[in-house]
C-alpha cells in the first residue's frame, strides 16, 4: 500500500515519534526502538515540528530518586 502525497506537508513525514519509543520499552519490543532510531528525529518543516507532541522524549523517562 503505498502513501499518498494528498496530505499538506506530507514530504516531512515520518519522523521519530514518541510513541515508538514508549511502546518499544513498554512491551519491550525492539522494531519500535530500531525504528525510532532510525528516524530522522526532527524535520526541517515547521508545521511537522509544530505536530511533534513531545520532541525530547527520553527526558521523561529519567527518574529523580528523592
Known amino acids: 500500500m503505498a502513501l499518498s502525497a494528498g496530505l499538506e506537508h506530507f514530504e516531512g513525514w ?3 515519534m514518541s510513541f515508538m519509543l514508549y511502546a518499544g ?3 519491550n519490543d525492539e522494531r ?3 525504528l525510532w532510531a532510525e528516524l530522522p528525529p526532527d ?3 515547521e ?3 509544530r505536530n511533534t507532541a513531545i520532541r525530547q522524549p527520553v527526558l521523561w523517562l ?3 530518586d528523592l
Open 32 to 34: 519500535y526502538l530500531k
Open 47 to 49: 508545521e511537522i515540528r
Open 25 to 27: 520499552l513498554a512491551f
Open 14 to 16: 515520518p519522523v521519530r
Open 62 to 64: 529519567l527518574r529523580q
Open 43 to 45: 524535520s526541517a518543516d
